[in-house]
C-alpha cells in the first residue's frame, strides 16, 4: 500500500481496488477502520509551481509504501514523463524533486509511475502505481494580437459608431485559472476620430461625416491587457491604419471662366481630335467618372464628344471635312454628368456642369483635286506609239482657275500638261510589264499626287515551247509502239478562251522509220517508237524536231528538238548506261601495234636529242631581215585539237563504258547509219587503222564516267621515268641544266625586259625559285 504525501496531506492508494485511504496523518476525521482489502488505487496529483526560480531542486512530494519498515530493503524506482530529466526521486526516502524550471505553456502536466521494489532482488513488493504532477500557472505572458497589424476601410461621411473592424488578442495563459488570460481592450491613439469596445475589441466611429477629401487615412493604436486591466497586469498593442473610401458626394465642375478657344487646320482628316476639356471632380475612382454630350451649337453633325476613360477628359472629334470658304468657326454648349450618382447625397445639387467651346478653323492652301478619279485603264499590246488610252483634269479649290496639270513622265506613258490626254510613248510588251503604275501631279503652289493603273491586254505574240527540257531515254530492248516520252508545251500569252496546242514531227523527220508522234488532245504529245533493236554502238542520240502550233489568231508555231538518248537498260527498264560504246582493238595485229609504238618512241627520242638552235646568228645583224612568216598559226595551250594523246595509252586496258552525264557523244546527224558501211580492221590501210582507233580511243574516253570532265587533261599509261621515251613534260626545258642561253634577252630593249627577268637571270634560278 502506497501513501502519497506533499505539503497539504496525505493519500494512499490501494493498488488491488483502487480505492481512496485517507492518511491519519492529514486528517484526524476517521474514515472507519482501515481494512486492508477494501483500499483500492485512485487518480492522484501532484501541484508544482511554474517559473520557480530557486536555487535548489524544488520539492513536489513524498512516495512511502507501508511494506516499508525503515529498515533500507525497500528501494523506490520513478518511470514515466521527464523522470530522469525533471524529476527524481530518493530511492530510499521516496522524496519526489524538480529539477528544472517548469513552463506550463510547454508542457501543463506530466504523467508518472512509482514502485517499490526490494533492494536486493529488484522484484516489487507493491504493484505499479501512476500519478500526476501538474504545472500551476502564474501570469507570465502578455496579451498577443497574432493578425495585427490590422488594414481597415470605413466610407467617408458614415454616421457616428459605424462599426470599422474588430481586433483579437490572445493570451498563452491558463483561461481556468485566476485572470492571468482576461483581457480588456482600449485606445491609446486614434481619438476623437475613433473607439472600442473593451471586451469585444470592436471599432467604431467617434464622429459623424469624415470627409475623405479632407483626411482620408487614419492610424490607430489599439492596447489588450490581461488581469482585466487591473494594475500589474500584462499588457499587448497593435495598430489599425483605417482609410476612408471615397462616395460619389462631389459633382463635376467646370474651372475655366472664359469660353475656350481651339483653332484647327482645315486640312483636319475626318475623326481627328479637335480638343480635349475637362471637367473637375474631387472624387475618384467609378464615383469621378462621367460622361459630356454637345447640347447644342451650330454646325450639326461637325462634332461629336466622346470620354477619355483613363482621363476622364471630354475629347471633341472631327466627323465632316473642315472648309475653310464655307464656315470658318463653330459654337459649342458642353455638358459634363456624373456616371455613378448615389442617392443618399441627391440635396448636394445637380452632379453635372456645363460650358462653351469655341472651334475656329484656320486657312490652307489645298491642293488640286481630281475632276475624276483615275481608275484603272486598259491599252492593248500592239498600241502604236502616240496612242490615247485616257483623259484627266484638275482644279484648285482656292482659286477659279485651273490647277497645272503635269506627269512624272514613267517609261511608257506620256501625259500632255494642258489637256491631260494619256498616250503611249513606247512599245508595250504584256509579257514584261503587265500592270503599270501611272503618277499624274496636278500641280499650283503645292503638288497633288493620283496613281493610275493601266493593263496591257494580250495578243497572240509568243510561239509555244516545250515546257522543260526533256531527258528521253531510249532502251535497247523498247518494243514497236512504246511511249518513250510525254511532251507538254508552256505559251507566255495569255488567251482568253484558254491554250490549245497541236504536236507533230518537223516536215523533214515527219516519214522516218525511228518515231512517231501522237497528240494526245490534252496539249500534250506522246513520243512512240516505230520499231526496235535500237543499238548505241550504232547511234547513241537521236536528234527529233517536234512542231508545236498554238490556237491564236494568228496562230504561231515553232520547232523543239528533242534529244533521244539510247541506253542499256534492266529487265524493269531502268537505264544503266547510255552513249556511245567504244570499239575493241580486237582487228588490230599485235605486229602493228609494235610497229607504231616502236616508230613513236624513236621520233621522240630523236627530237629530244636534237639540240636547240639559237634564236640569233650573228648579234650584229639586222633582227627585222630574219622574221619568218608562217601562214599556218598553231592553236597555244587551249588548242586540244592538233594532236590527242589518247593513242598512248595502254592498248590492253579496255574498261566497260558508263554514262557520262557532263559530255554528250557527237553525232553526225539524225538518221542512223549501218555499222555493216565501216570496213574491219584488217582490211584498212595502216594509216586508216591508226585513225580509226584514235577516233575510237576518244569516244571511250568522252564516256568514261572515271576520267576528269574535260578532254584536255588525261592518264597516259607510258609516260614517266620508266619509259623508253622518257618524260614528255616541257617542263625540263626551263631547268638550269638546259644548253639554251638566254642572257642576249636584255639586250633587245625594254619590251623584252620581263622575258629576260624570267630566262636571262645570270645566277642560274629559274622561273619556278
Known amino acids: 500500500f502506497f501513501f502519497f504525501f506533499w505539503r497539504g496531506g496525505c493519500w494512499g492508494l490501494n493498488p488491488s481496488s483502487g480505492d481512496v485511504e485517507k492518511s491519519p496523518h492529514s486528517d484526524p ?86 514502485q517499490a521494489v526490494d533492494r536486493v532482488t529488484n522484484i516489487p513488493v507493491e504493484p505499479r502505481s501512476e500519478f500526476v504532477v501538474k504545472v500551476q500557472d502564474i501570469n507570465d505572458n502578455e496579451p498577443k494580437f497574432l493578425d495585427g497589424p490590422y488594414l481597415a476601410g470605413v466610407p467617408e461621411m458614415s454616421p457616428l459608431g459605424t462599426m470599422v473592424v474588430q481586433v483579437a488578442a490572445t493570451d498563452a495563459d491558463d483561461p481556468t485559472y485566476g485572470n492571468s488570460a482576461r483581457v480588456v481592450y482600449s485606445i491609446i491613439h486614434g481619438q476623437p476620430y475613433f473607439s472600442v469596445e473593451p471586451k469585444t475589441g470592436v471599432i467604431r466611429t467617434a464622429l459623424p461625416n469624415m470627409d475623405r477629401e479632407t483626411r482620408d487615412q487614419y492610424v490607430l493604436v489599439i492596447q489588450a491587457k490581461d488581469m482585466v486591466g487591473q494594475m500589474g497586469g ?55 467618372e462621367m460622361d459630356y454630350r454637345i447640347m447644342d451649337g451650330d454646325g450639326p453633325g461637325m462634332f461629336n464628344i466622346t470620354t477619355d476613360e483613363n482621363t476622364q477628359d471630354g475629347v471633341i472629334i472631327l ?34 456642369d456645363t460650358t462653351s467651346v469655341r ?64 498616250s503611249t510613248a513606247k512599245p508595250l510588251d504584256r509579257e514584261a510589264n503587265l500592270i503599270h503604275n501611272l503618277t499624274v501631279f496636278a500641280i499650283d503652289s503645292r503638288k497633288f499626287t493620283c496613281i493610275a493603273l493601266i493593263t496591257v491586254q494580250d495578243i497572240n505574240d509568243n510561239a509555244p515551247v516545250f515546257a522543260i527540257d526533256y531527258e528521253t531515254i531510249l532502251c535497247e530492248n523498247a518494243m514497236p509502239g512504246q511511249v518513250i516520252q510525254t511532251v507538254s508545251a508552256v505559251d507566255k500569252d495569255e488567251l482568253l478562251s484558254g491554250h490549245r496546242f497541236y504536236f507533230a514531227l518537223a516536215a523533214p523527220v515527219a516519214g522516218n522509220l525511228n518515231f512517231t508522234l501522237r497528240d494526245n488532245k490534252d496539249n500534250t504529245a506522246s513520243v512512240l517508237t516505230k520499231r526496235g533493236g535500237f543499238r548505241r554502238r550504232e547511234q547513241p542520240v537521236y536528234r527529233l524536231p517536234v512542231l508545236i502550233v498554238d490556237s491564236g489568231s494568228p496562230a504561231l508555231s515553232s520547232t523543239n528538238t528533242l534529244f533521244v538518248r539510247v541506253c542499256d537498260c534492266d529487265s524493269d527498264s531502268v537505264a544503266l548506261s547510255c552513249g556511245a560504246v567504244a570499239y575493241t582493238a580486237t582487228g588490230l595485229s599485235t605486229g602493228a601495234l609494235v610497229a607504231i609504238l616502236g616508230l613513236m618512241v624513236l621520233l621522240i627520242v630523236t627530237m629530244r636529242r636534237r639540240r636547240k638552235e639559237p634564236l640569233i646568228l650573228e648579234e650584229e645583224r639586222d633582227i627585222r631581215e630574219n622574221i619568218v612568216r608562217y601562214d599556218d598559226e598553231g592553236g597555244g595551250e587551249e588548242d586540244t ?7 598512248l595509252r595502254n592498248l590492253n586496258v579496255i574498261r566497260d563504258p558508263g554514262v557520262r552525264r557532263d559530255v554528250t557523244p557527237d553525232t553526225p546527224t539524225f538518221f542512223h547509219y549501218s555499222s555493216s558501211a565501216r570496213p574491219a580492221y584488217k582490211s584498212l590501210p595502216d594509216n586508216v587503222v591508226f585513225r580509226e ?24 599509261a607510258f609516260e614517266g621515268s620508266g619509259s623508253v621515251a622518257e618524260s614528255l613534260s616541257s617542263l625540263e626545258s626551263l631547268s638550269t641544266d638546259s644548253d639554251q642561253n638566254y642572257d642576249y634577252l636584255s639586250n633587245w630593249g625594254p619590251r623584252f625586259k620581263k622575258l629576260a627577268d624570267m630566262y636571262g637571270n645570270s645566277d642560274g634560278a629559274t622561273v619556278f625559285s
Open 29 to 114: 476525521d476517521p474514515w472507519g477502520a482501515l481494512h486492508r482489502h477494501k483500499r483500492s488505487w485512485v487518480w492522484n496529483q501532484f501541484f508544482v509551481l511554474e517559473e520557480f526560480t530557486g536555487n535548489e531542486p524544488l520539492y513536489v512530494g513524498k512516495l512511502h509504501s507501508d511494506v516499508d519498515k525503515g529498515d533500507g530493503k525497500v528501494k523506490y524506482v520513478l518511470s514515466g514523463e521527464g523522470s530522469t530529466s525533471i524529476f527524481t526521486i530518493d530511492e530510499n526516502t521516496g522524496d519526489i524533486h524538480a529539477t528544472k524550471r517548469l513552463d506550463r505553456e510547454a508542457q501543463a502536466y506530466y504523467t508518472l509511475q512509482a
Open 234 to 288: 500584462l499588457s499587448g498593442t497593435t495598430s489599425v491604419t483605417v482609410t476612408l473610401t471615397d462616395v460619389n458626394d462631389n459633382p463635376p465642375r467646370f474651372t475655366h471662366s472664359k469660353t475656350p478657344l481651339y483653332t484647327v487646320p482645315e486640312s483636319l482628316p475626318v475623326q481627328s481630335v479637335v480638343a480635349k476639356i475637362r471637367a473637375a471632380d474631387e472624387d475618384i475612382g467609378s464615383n469621378a
Open 693 to 716: 582507233f584514235i577516233w575510237e580511243r576518244l569516244k571511250d574516253a568522252d564516256v568514261d564516267p572515271s576520267a576528269p570532265p574535260y578532254d584536255s587533261l588525261q592518264t597516259y
Open 359 to 422: 472651334v475656329t478653323v484656320d486657312d490652307v492652301n489645298e491642293p488640286p483635286v481630281f475632276s475624276t478619279p483615275l481608275g484603272k485603264m486598259v491599252v492593248s499590246e500592239d498600241a502604236r506609239v502616240g496612242t490615247s488610252i485616257g483623259r484627266v483634269s484638275a482644279h484648285d479649290p482656292d482659286t477659279s482657275n485651273n490647277a497645272i496639270r503635269n506627269t512624272d513622265l514613267e517609261r511608257f506613258f506620256n501625259v500632255d500638261a494642258l489637256s491631260g490626254v494619256i
Open 641 to 647: 585539237e592538233a594532236f590527242d594523246m589518247v593513242t
Open 319 to 352: 466627323l465632316k471635312p473642315l472648309d475653310f470658304e464655307t464656315k470658318s468657326s463653330f459654337f459649342l454648349r458642353i455638358e459634363a454628368t456624373n456616371r455613378n450618382i448615389d442617392s443618399n447625397f441627391l440635396s448636394a445639387g445637380p452632379f453635372s
